[in-house]
Nanobody
Framework: QVQLVESGGGLVQPGGSLRLSCSASGFSLNAYAIGWFRRAPGKEREGVSRIDENDGSTYYAESVKGRFTTSRDVAKNTAYLQMDSLEPEDTAVYYC?????????????????????WGQGTQVTVSS
């Protein structure tokens, strides 16, 4: 069965860290770009990070740059989102997604239409 499963969410205090995992089954993650998105209450889903399939280049939204790090482990067929210095504004459901189509522009990098398969999401709550 082709699917993505996120894990690692939870409740953390401001300034704390979490590592989210995105495990793939039924296909190789290495063949696709991997995006992380989040949806905060009352807001649209927004792109957080992306790792390209070809050379592993990484990209981050300005709101998380310097605090979040995305990576992938080919042997485990799993992607990760390391989140440090978490802020209450980071509270959201986090999703991983994969996409295989070429980007038409840099703008497409964090757009949902650039991704074809999504996980179910994992809740991250940053609160004291």
């Amino acid at each position: 069965q082709v699917q993505l499963v996120e894990s690692g969410g939870g409740l953390v205090q401001p300034g704390g860290s979490l590592r989210l995992s995105c495990s793939a089954s039924g296909f190789s993650l290495n063949a696709y770009a991997i995006g992380w998105f989040r949806r905060a209450p009352g807001k649209e889903r927004e792109g957080v990070s992306r790792i390209d399939e070809n050379d592993g280049s990484t990209y981050y939204a300005e709101s998380v740059k310097g605090r979040f790090t995305t990576s992938r482990d080919v042997a485990k067929n799993t992607a990760y989102l390391q989140m440090d210095s978490l802020e209450p504004e980071d509270t959201a459901v986090y999703y991983c997604a994969v996409g295989g189509r070429p980007l038409l522009s840099d703008y497409d990098r964090f757009q949902t239409w650039s991704y074809d398969l999504w996980g179910q999401g994992t809740q991250v709550t940053v609160s004291s």
